[in-house]
């Protein structure tokens, strides 16, 4: 993705989250260079990675198979791991009309989807095989604003603004906007997108950078090297 194009994304993001009444937190808003004069004071955004997030999945195809995130707050793995502390983490998506997130599963993330707003949200569920892998044969349960519902195998269910859809590590999904596009909020146990996702089709979960104008405010993926690889001054 060029540089130019995912700064036209985060702008028009920013519109369209504050349309449902959202205001994301002032560290979305920093420059580079802000973010490299506080690095001493930022180390839980920086190692939570906490912030702008737009992938193409590596594909070049945003408009048809991409989605922005931001992560609004984000826990630790220790915490995790020690079974009290901060466990969770929260996102606001933007999925737009027929833009595909494609089949994944976690390892180890739940998560509550919820459609904030716009159009409706489609997800499309399939079962886990005994490896963990894609079942095409096997549906499920999950659980619908606290309400059990089976699936079956491939099933797109559908969620108008205001309903949710809870994920187990184990549930296959695929997601978009229906009929236009849909601002959603993920809350779910600690997130860790370098490690915890599982594709059905071997892609990339962050985009490559074509640098072709300077970045208003980093990505998520240019920590490590904007902020302390000491490249892209």
Same mark, same amino acid.
């Given at each position: 993705m060029k540089r130019s194009e995912i700064n036209d994304i985060m702008a028009r993001a920013d519109d369209f989250? +504050?349309?449902?009444?959202?205001? %994301?937190?002032? $560290?979305?808003?920093?420059?580079?260079? &802000?973010?490299?004069?506080?690095?001493?004071?930022?180390?839980?955004?920086?190692?939570?990675?906490?912030?702008?997030?737009?992938?193409?999945?590596?594909?070049? +195809?945003?408009?048809?198979?991409? %989605?922005?995130? $931001?992560?609004?707050?984000?826990?630790? &793995?220790?915490?995790?791991?020690?079974?009290?502390?901060?466990?969770?983490?929260?996102?606001?998506?933007?999925?737009?009309?027929?833009?595909?997130?494609p089949m994944h599963r976690h390892y180890l993330k739940a998560e509550d989807i919820i459609n904030r707003g716009g159009a409706t949200m489609a997800i499309r569920l399939y079962g886990s095989a005994p490896d963990g892998s894609l079942d095409e044969s096997a549906g499920g349960t999950v659980l619908c604003d606290g309400m059990a519902r089976d699936f079956a195998p491939g099933e797109v269910l559908l969620f108008a603004p205001g309903e949710s859809i809870t994920l187990m590590p184990g549930d296959w999904h695929a997601f978009w906007g229906e009929g236009g596009d849909v601002l959603i909020g993920e809350v779910s146990t600690v997130n860790d997108d370098q490690t915890d996702n599982w594709f059905a089709d071997p892609i990339g979960r962050f985009a490559e950078i074509e640098e072709d104008v300077a970045p208003t405010h980093l990505l998520v993926s240019d920590y490590a090297t904007w902020l302390d690889g000491g490249g892209n001054a």
């Amino acid at each position: 993705m060029k540089r130019s194009e995912i700064n036209d994304i985060m702008a028009r993001a920013d519109d369209f989250i +504050r349309s449902f009444g959202f205001v %994301l937190p002032p $560290f979305a808003y920093w420059t580079p260079q &802000q973010m490299r004069d506080r690095r001493d004071r930022i180390s839980r955004i920086v190692d939570g990675r906490m912030g702008w997030d737009i992938t193409d999945y590596g594909a070049g +195809r945003f408009d048809e198979m991409g %989605l922005f995130l $931001f992560t609004l707050r984000n826990g630790r &793995q220790a915490d995790l791991q020690s079974g009290g502390g901060m466990c969770y983490a929260e996102k606001l998506l933007i999925s737009r009309h027929d833009q595909l997130s494609p089949m994944h599963r976690h390892y180890l993330k739940a998560e509550d989807i919820i459609n904030r707003g716009g159009a409706t949200m489609a997800i499309r569920l399939y079962g886990s095989a005994p490896d963990g892998s894609l079942d095409e044969s096997a549906g499920g349960t999950v659980l619908c604003d606290g309400m059990a519902r089976d699936f079956a195998p491939g099933e797109v269910l559908l969620f108008a603004p205001g309903e949710s859809i809870t994920l187990m590590p184990g549930d296959w999904h695929a997601f978009w906007g229906e009929g236009g596009d849909v601002l959603i909020g993920e809350v779910s146990t600690v997130n860790d997108d370098q490690t915890d996702n599982w594709f059905a089709d071997p892609i990339g979960r962050f985009a490559e950078i074509e640098e072709d104008v300077a970045p208003t405010h980093l990505l998520v993926s240019d920590y490590a090297t904007w902020l302390d690889g000491g490249g892209n001054a």
